[in-house]
């Protein structure tokens, strides 16, 4: 396993930890078919658009035959998103349809790309408002594809989208 960071504190914190880690902001420096798995959380809208086709092609190079690139990110498709979204440092909102295109651009097959699993459960602190807030947000979401998107529903009111990509084995 290897990471990658560019902030020194945490690229230091990981160091620390005793993982392998490299202060890098591109895949360049990695040889090609380095990887079974490619992970990208809370990465991907730190890219700019025109760079993210060209970033896909990185993580496919080194990536093995077969191998899955794995990614999270604020759901551009949700008004709860916003948040996240609001960053300063965010580049780019990634709905579910600009996360499709160039991923098969790029030559991948799209194994999943959908909301976040929301746990209603998450200890005493948390539970009494999922409890309300999940069912409700799956109502909503059921509506506003029922009326907006009946052909191809979209997870709007999931604050985040997660997607998996696998490389051909070719």
Known sequence: ???TEVNRGLLESARQSGF?????????DFPSQAFHVVA??????HIRLQALPGFL??????????GYFLARFPNGDSPFGHIQNGDPTHKTAIGSIRARYP?????REVVFLDCEVQAI??????????????????????????VFSPRDPLPFCSPNL???????NL
């Open 121 to 146: 459960w998450a200890g005493r602190e948390h539970t009494p408002h999922r409890l309300f807030a999940v069912p409700m947000k799956k109502l909503m979401n059921a509506f506003l594809n029922l």
């Open 20 to 28: 392998a880690v490299t202060e890098a902001e591109t895949l360049h």
């Open 162 to 168: 997660q997607l998996v990509l696998r490389k051909p």
């Open 40 to 45: 990208a959380f809370d990465v991907m809208e």
């Open 57 to 66: 092609v990185q993580v496919r190079r080194v990536l093995k035959p077969g």
């Open 103 to 107: 991923a098969v651009q790029a030559g």
């Open 1 to 3: 396993m290897h990471g």
